[in-house]
């Protein structure tokens, strides 16, 4: 991905690749762990939702409930391509 001539890192959604690694394979049972591990509730369309769709923002709370609910990290639910080439000085066209 670039941007003006730069390149980006791409951010990828993986909660479903992470729950199915678990056994979870819907919305239903993820709302369920959801609700039995990390006491979280949120509707079944939400969730299935989560699963579905790349987020274009997640709230805090929902990341912590759900690293809790598949005892897992935030690094396992965000994969990444990082571009080759990455410069941290100043801009080209400065």
């Known amino acids: 991905m ?25 919305a239903t049972q993820m709302r369920a762990l959801l609700s039995r591990r990390a006491g979280f509730e949120l509707s079944l ?15 805090m709370a929902t990341l912590q ?3 809790t609910a598949l005892e897992c990290t935030p690094n396992e639910l965000f994969g990444f391509d990082a571009p080759h080439r990455v410069s941290l000085g100043e801009p080209d066209d400065v």
């Open 2 to 26: 670039t941007t003006a001539g730069r390149q980006q890192v791409k951010i990828e959604w993986q909660l479903r690749q992470v729950a199915a690694s678990r056994g979870v394979w819907d």
């Open 45 to 59: 369309q939400s969730v299935n939702v989560l699963l579905k769709k790349e987020p274009a923002q997640v709230k």
């Open 65 to 67: 409930a759900l690293c």
